[in-house]
């Protein structure tokens, strides 16, 4: 249900975002690091002008070397996409002491913390700076770290603070002005922010439902990265991965109708080749997926211990 125009005016208000920091739209090469499943290591957005690369081919070494050479074949000046997935890169980049000028990274779709994005700019030595949104194009937050949070940007939408039940804790109400075709009015978020000296927001990303997965290499995966985007769902209504030990996962899937072996091979091979090997996932058919003690739905069940899972 989403107005395609609007896919366009977000990508306006990024691009006067990022071109404080010396982001040029007609210039700057973008390499993108978030979930994806287009066949290939990884594609071309003219968009963007960025190729990305799914975050599941850094985690194997052959992968990772496919993925440094389209790196320094596309020559990207800027890094964005999820800061667990850069990083990633970050540690490897360090760790093997490889080299590319980078001019900017900007992050989005995960919490990053200081210390995270002390080490991004450490390794890569440039400027580090996160926006925040969603795919509903609701809501839209720059970030001032100067001023140690978010500012809110009040042409993409109209933004409501709801008091939760922790003191100077607000959940994120929102109401999108760039979608026509299905806008979303006081869209209640799974975020919360505070409020700072200097007036700006600290926003805490997923605050009620922030899980994810762990891989047989000890990373962890969140929802961005295993969000299905497949003709192969077409047939499930509602989905669930449960997790027991690191690197193994199910997929419980409640079927919208009959799902016959073609549809749980496609599915299965999906996955496979999503999760470049660092995630056995088993597909089974439930009558319904697990909720909360409070009825409410999550991405995951994750039973890994506390000490893998940290």
Known sequence: MLDQSSIYKERAFICHYLSKYGYDA???????????????????????????????????????????????????????????????L????ERKKLNHHFELVYYYAENCSDEVRAYIHDVFKCKVIGYYGHTERAV????YKDQGGYRFNKLYGYTEYIPTEVDG????????????????IRYVTDDVVTINENGFAQIMGHKFSE?????????????????????????????QFVQDEPGKAFLDIVPSEKIE?????????????????????TVRVVDQIQL???????????????????
């Open 211 to 239: 899980v994810c997965l762990i891989s047989k290499s000890g990373a962890r995966i969140f929802k961005g990265a295993m969000t299905m985007h497949s003709e192969s769902f077409k047939k499930v209504k509602q989905y």
């Open 26 to 88: 007609k210039k700057s090469r973008t390499l993108a690091l978030w979930g994806h499943q287009k066949g290939s290591d990884y594609y071309y957005s003219p968009l963007k002008n960025e190729i990305v690369i799914s975050p599941f081919l850094l985690l194997n070494e052959s992968g990772f070397e496919r993925a440094w050479k389209a790196i320094q074949e596309f020559s990207p000046t800027c890094i964005a996409g999820y800061p667990s997935a850069i990083y990633m």
């Open 261 to 281: 072996d073609e549809d749980m091979g496609a599915i299965s091979k999906y996955l496979s080749d999503r999760c470049e090997g660092e995630l056995d996932v």
């Open 292 to 310: 909360t003690s409070r009825g409410k739905y999550n991405w995951a069940v994750v039973n890994v211990g506390k000490s893998t899972n940290s």
């Open 90 to 93: 970050a540690q490897i980049v």
């Open 169 to 184: 804790e607000y959940q994120i109400v929102c109401t999108g002005f760039i979608s026509r075709k299905m806008p979303l």
């Open 140 to 143: 839209f937050a720059e970030e």
